[in-house]
T-cell receptor, first 111, second 116 residues
Framework: QKEVEQDPGPLSVPEGAIVSLNCTYS??????FMWYRQYSRKGPELLMY????GNKEDGRFTAQVDKSSKYISLFIRDSQPSDSATYLC???????????FGTGTQLKVEL | SAVISQKPSRDICQRGTSLTIQCQVD?????MFWYRQQPGQSLTLIAT?????????ESGFVIDKFPISRPNLTFSTLTVSNMSPEDSSIYLC?????????????FGPGTRLTVL
């Protein structure tokens, strides 16, 4: 079993839809949870960062962490074609240690 | 967040040769990381490069194949040695965030390597 599981997609939604992206993990030591967005032929861009359980909102993006279920989510409201990218979840235990990444979910928002 | 650049952005190389990838950051950072990203796979950490100490390699990666230099707090290089087609991949450098406890990392644009 992989330490972090993420559905690779592709996920195709119409413009304006609410998108839900998810990751599950097995390591209970993870404390820091991140979402990265990666456009084609670009490096990953840090989108959201959350510590421990709870929600964090930034514009159209909301990150949720449920440590009891070992489940994290990224919600995108009013999705736009410019949101079309691969979204990677990442997790760390703290102290500047290495991150563990999901495989990424490819999202396409269609007009 | 730091601004990170990588050179070259892409290259096509012959089997058996070596390529050195450069990573430049616009501010001083303690921790730098090198990753490999193969199609359909997650980012795989190759090594952690801290200034003033030898790089720490992950399981499956060895210094002879992927020598790393970290001469100062803004620069690092990764060399892919004696390349084979299996080394074709995207190579990414990243730096640790200002708050080391958060584990956040910021990535460069990547180097797309094709080995023939």
């Amino acid at each position: 079993q992989k330490e972090v599981e993420q559905d690779p997609g592709p996920l195709s939604v119409p413009e304006g839809a609410i998108v839900s992206l998810n990751c599950t993990y097995s390591n209970s030591a993870f404390q820091y949870f991140m979402w990265y967005r990666q456009y084609s032929r670009k490096g990953p861009e840090l989108l959201m960062y959350t510590y421990s359980s709870g929600n964090k909102e930034d514009g159209r993006f909301t990150a949720q962490v449920d440590k009891s279920s070992k489940y994290i989510s990224l919600f995108i409201r009013d999705s736009q074609p410019s949101d079309s990218a691969t979204y990677l979840c990442a997790m760390g235990t703290g102290g500047g240690n290495k991150l563990t990444f999901g495989t990424g979910t490819q999202l396409k928002v269609e007009l | 967040s730091a601004v990170i650049s990588q050179k070259p952005s892409r290259d096509i190389c012959q089997r058996g040769t070596s390529l050195t990838i450069q990573c430049q950051v616009d501010s001083q950072v303690t921790m730098m990381f090198w990753y490999r990203q193969q199609p359909g796979q997650s980012l795989t950490l190759i090594a952690t490069a801290n200034q003033g100490s030898e790089a720490t390699y992950e399981s499956g990666f060895v210094i002879d194949k992927f020598p790393i230099s970290r001469p100062n707090l803004t620069f690092s290089t990764l060399t892919v040695s004696n390349m084979s087609p299996e080394d074709s991949s995207i190579y990414l450098c990243s730096v640790g965030g200002q708050l080391a406890s958060t584990d956040t990392q910021y990535f460069g644009p990547g180097t797309r390597l094709t080995v023939l």
